[in-house]
């Protein structure tokens, strides 16, 4: 059962439009192993998509038995 981080971020491409990154990365060796993307016009619902995102990618990881490793920030 390998460990995975997720991770995600916004990027603004246009004036009323970003670009919405996740994924499920291998923690031991950074391969990726599930990407998803979504398209918003606001910052808004492109932070909003970032969350739904990050959701359901770790739910995929978890449904098929792989863990979500999560590192407390100090």
Known sequence: ??????WARVEHIGPSEFFVVASAVRA?????ADVLTRNAASR???TAARDELMVEIGAAVR?????VVVEEED
């Open 28 to 32: 031991h060796d950074f391969a990726s």
């Open 1 to 6: 059962m390998p460990d995975f981080r997720i």
């Open 44 to 46: 808004d619902a492109a």
């Open 63 to 67: 449904a098929r038995g792989d863990r």
